[in-house]
């Protein structure tokens, strides 16, 4: 059994005839943090909704714990540990935040005290907000609760596309601070970020996408002193 | 109390119409809560309906022909949507309006071809068609049971969405398809569930309705279909109290403006409403409103 608790092979995606996703090959090893950074459209995205079967991938595989994913519904997929912090949030507006936290463990019949309590010490502010409606919350509070949604089903691997996308510094901070310590207490992540600074910190391994194709490949560290990635996304000119 | 003697048939049978209404109307609105969709064939399940009562009452007692009634059509609705509007899924919304019109009269020309066209004999259901008289008015029993009936429905129904898991994914699913299926949201079975749920209280509905009329004709389903539509409108279409809300202000003024002896412009007023409320307040009484963020 590898260590790996997902392997994307080959993956291919295309939008009404356009290519999203060309040939993606990579791994995400059980326990780390991984990132996927790149400029918009360059697939990253595509790249998360094939994979929890919001899109159908068009050829390629998708091994979860050595199961194959493509072609199976979302809901089936989320029931086996995958969940996606979608782009923008999507809290349900209406729904108040302990309701939210609630929809998150929706596939769940066992008890949601504990996770509950847990959500709650992360993200103490959702606790106090708990009878209000999600679609009052600011930009920051309701990253907390899409990131608190996700957490309540219990998952192994978390994706998150774009957390810090129009967040004040201060708030993107504190998203990667919660960030390492929810992968301190063993979840997988699966990190989309523009914000490539940011990411390549918090991450063990990264990849770097460029209008569909994966281009550079390394640790964390490694790719903040690539001299393509700092002229690329880190904003510092090559010397 | 002469005046009393006088008026209160009308606003009786407001009322009680107005809860046919308000059973058909949830139909329409909980349908479109979910899938955005005006289901054009609401009006012609609920006209199965009383042709299934029709046809069951010769080969089975009441009790269980009502059993059966309730059961097919909440059947039909599931299958209704299976096969006419889930294929569709991904389809543009006209093309599954479009879908729903052919299944409205797909419904009706079946309905006359085992009829012949001919209108079908409503069978008179022991209790409810029975007359009682009150504060001097005659009225069939239907009369008084149809709005205590829909408001205990309607508050069930409320319950059911706002605190059941069930009824968690309803409004999970109405507001966003794609996040609800992250949360693990079989959005198959909750659209099913919501034709079922609309199916169900119209076949409550048609047993109440078609207790005052002599017969089913392929097309009786076509009028209070429609009116039931103006109501979900008119209350603020997705949104269930305003449905009701609506069709019983629609039932009562119909009412009353037959009891003023001017009965040929009863529908012409309801379907005025439509346009003005289109025109006015196309959100309706209780329409979704955005949620502004503070």
């Not at chain 1, 106090?128 to 309701?142: C, I």
């Not at chain 2, 508050?155 to 999970?172: C, F, N, W």
């Not at chain 2, 017969?215 to 009116?227: E, I, Q």
Request: proline letters at 4%.
């Amino acid at each position: 059994m590898s260590n790996n608790i997902l392997e994307i092979k080959d993956l291919n995606v295309s939008y009404g005839g356009i290519k999203a996703v060309k040939d993606i090959s990579f791994v995400v090893p059980k326990g780390e943090v991984v990132t996927l950074i790149g400029a918009n459209g360059a697939g990253k995205s595509s790249t998360l909704r094939s994979i929890v079967g919001l899109v159908k991938p068009e050829s390629g595989s998708i091994q979860f714990n050595g199961q194959e994913l493509s072609g199976m519904p979302t809901d089936q997929i989320v029931a086996k540990g995958i969940t996606l912090v979608p782009e923008g949030r999507r809290v349900f507006p209406d729904m108040t935040v302990l309701e939210n936290l609630k929809i998150g463990a929706y596939m769940r019949k066992d008890s949601l005290e504990e996770d509950l309590k847990w959500v709650h010490d992360l993200f103490p502010r959702l606790k106090e907000r708990s009878w209000q409606l999600a679609g009052t919350l600011s930009g920051g509070e309701q990253q907390m609760l899409a990131i608190g949604r996700a957490l309540m089903s219990k998952p192994d691997l978390i994706m998150m596309d774009e957390p810090s996308l129009g967040l004040a510094p201060l708030i993107v901070k504190g998203v990667f601070d919660i960030i390492r310590e929810i992968n301190q207490q063993g979840v997988t992540i699966l990190l989309v970020e523009q914000n490539a600074n940011m990411a390549l910190q918090a991450a063990n391994l990264g990849y770097v996408m460029e209008t569909g194709r994966i281009t550079l490949t390394g640790t964390g560290a490694e790719l903040l002193e690539n001299e393509e990635v700092k002229a690329a996304y880190l904003g510092k000119a090559k010397k | 109390m002469e005046w009393i003697t006088k008026n209160l048939p009308y606003l009786m049978a407001g009322i009680s119409v107005g809860g046919q209404y308000a059973l058909i109307a949830i139909g329409y609105t909980m349908v479109y809560g979910i899938l955005r969709l005006i289901n054009f064939a609401h009006g012609d399940i609920f006209m199965v309906a009383g042709l299934i009562m029709v046809y069951a009452v010769t080969v089975m007692p009441m009790p269980l022909a009502i059993v059966l009634v309730i059961a097919a059509t909440v059947a039909l609705g599931f299958f209704v949507e299976r096969a006419a509007y889930k294929p569709l899924r991904s389809a543009p919304r006209m093309s599954v309006m479009i879908s729903a019109i052919g299944v409205s009269y797909l419904l009706q020309n079946l309905a006359l071809y085992i009829t012949g066209g001919l209108s079908q004999q409503y069978p008179a259901i022991p209790w409810l068609s029975d007359t009682v008289t009150i504060l001097g008015a005659t009225t069939k029993r239907v009369t008084l049971v149809t709005p205590v009936l829909t408001v205990a429905l309607v508050v069930v129904l409320v319950l059911l969405i706002k605190y059941t898991k069930i009824g968690m994914a309803m409004r999970a699913a109405s507001r966003d398809f794609e996040t609800s299926q992250l949360m693990g949201i079989k959005l198959n079975s909750v659209i099913s569930m919501t034709f079922v749920i609309g199916s169900f209280l119209a076949a409550i509905g048609s047993m109440l309705y078609f207790t005052n009329y002599t017969g089913v004709t392929p097309t009786a389903g076509a009028m209070p279909g429609l009116k039931a539509f103006v109501a979900a409108v008119f209350g603020g279409i997705g949104s269930i109290p305003g449905a009701v809300i609506g069709a019983f202000i629609i039932g009562i003024c119909e009412n009353i403006i037959k009891g003023l002896g001017w009965t040929t412009f009863s529908d012409a007023f309801t379907f005025a409403l439509l346009i003005v409320i289109l025109i006015a307040k196309p959100t309706g009484l209780f329409g979704e409103k955005a949620i502004d963020k503070v």
